[in-house]
């Protein structure tokens, strides 16, 4: 720092802050090294992802056999959807993010990763894909920041209700859904730790969505193995973002106490009775249920609906399903095979990139220190 004496008459100094170049230079090469390796990270876990789906052939979903396999086809919805929260679009899985600077590196605001279980379709036939502590490899869909001017940014509608919509053969719910209108708390209805969705107020902020919608392409590779190899398969069922799973020391004990114990039943059935038939709550059960004779007896079960719930809901032991293995994690990627390669290809060079520059700032770093640049 030095001071510069005024002219005279002007009756005030002007201080000049000089900055050392050597400290500028040591804070970008630090800086080039974190980003580097950032890089770095990234790039190897999508070389290995391409390794995955490169050294993988297709499988016809027909004739998959127990096993690792590589299916691709459309994402198919079973018994409900999810409603994405900064854009309230349907979705089988969603990964949102808000953080508090523009550019997207700033604190999160808001983040929520959920999925729900669905179908892969090809030309041959369908399996179902449990999601739980599956990894995905989804791009942004949405990608916007905090106008200059303030205001929200384009494209943002955020989800009003329930994170959860009908299921695709639910035509009444969706009617009711598409004819109703929002109020005017849509845009407050998401407030993560008090902070509003609405760009409204003071401060910018940048908004991420990545989505699964239903129809999308996908590819997955993982395990095949018959359902009731599934130690959980309602819990396997759903990818809530919190990493807990039938798999958890604490939540495994807790169920091997409560089955011990009597306390868990062997099925919704023994556990609840007559209240365990799809649709007995709204006298449209799918099956006969076991009455008193003196009480009012509920119309005849549906034959059409009652066939949509076994497709639904009751799975054959032997069938063959996708889900997580203890050696094996399920990666689900949105695209075609090819498109799902190339993309992490393409993160493979960004990391190559990422090490050159890390090395180069570490290099440069180490001038610094040794007194080479000052």
């Known amino acids: 720092m030095r001071l510069t004496p005024a002219s005279a008459g002007d009756g005030v100094a002007v201080i000049h802050v000089v900055l ?3 400290s500028v230079f040591a ?3 630090a800086a080039g090294i974190v980003v580097g390796l950032v890089l770095l990270v990234r790039g190897f876990a999508g070389y290995r992802a ?4 490169s050294g993988t052939a297709p499988s016809r979903i027909a004739s998959i056999a127990a096993g690792e396999v590589l299916v691709t086809g459309a994402a198919e919805p079973i018994e409900l959807t999810l409603v994405s929260p900064l854009q309230s679009q349907p979705a089988v899985y969603y990964r949102s993010r808000i953080t508090e600077s523009s550019d997207g590196n700033g604190p999160d605001l808001f983040r929520e990763d959920r999925a729900v279980g669905f179908r892969v379709r090809d030309a041959t036939g369908s ?9 995905f490899d989804v791009p942004d869909r949405y990608d916007e920041s905090t106008p200059m001017w303030g205001g929200d940014p384009i494209g943002l509608m955020p989800r009003t209700g329930s994170m959860y919509a009908p299921g695709p053969d639910d035509r009444e719910a969706r009617i009711a859904a ?12 998401l407030e993560p730790h008090g902070l509003p969705m609405s760009a409204g107020s003071s401060g910018r902020r940048h908004y991420r969505e990545a989505r699964i919608e239903p129809g999308d392409p996908v590819t997955v590779v993982g395990r095949a193995l018959p359902f009731g190899d599934l130690a959980d398969p309602a819990g396997s069922n759903f990818l809530d973002g919190n990493g807990l799973s039938a798999d958890d020391p604490e939540v495994a004990a807790d169920l091997a106490a409560a089955r011990a114990a009597g306390l868990l039943a062997d099925s919704p059935v023994e556990a609840w009775g007559n209240a365990a038939i799809e649709g007995f709550g709204i006298g449209r059960p799918v099956r006969t249920p076991v009455l008193d004779p003196a ?3 509920p119309p005849a079960p549906d034959p059409a609906l009652a066939a949509r719930v076994a497709e639904t809901f009751e799975i054959d032991r032997d069938s063959l399903v996708l889900a997580t293995a203890a050696d094996l994690p399920l990666l689900i990627s949105l695209g075609s095979p090819s498109t799902v390669a190339g993309r992490d290809q393409w993160q493979f060079v960004l990391g190559m990139l990422g090490a050159v520059l890390a090395i180069a700032s570490a290099m440069g770093l180490a001038l610094v220190m040794n007194g080479g640049i000052r």
């Open 20 to 22: 050392p170049p050597g």
């Open 27 to 29: 804070g970008l090469a």
């Open 50 to 53: 391409a390794g995955r789906i």
């Open 127 to 135: 399996v179902r894909v449990f999601p739980n502590g599956a990894r």
């Open 178 to 189: 598409l004819i109703s209108v929002p109020d005017a708390r849509a845009w407050s209805l």
């Open 295 to 297: 009480a009012d007896r």
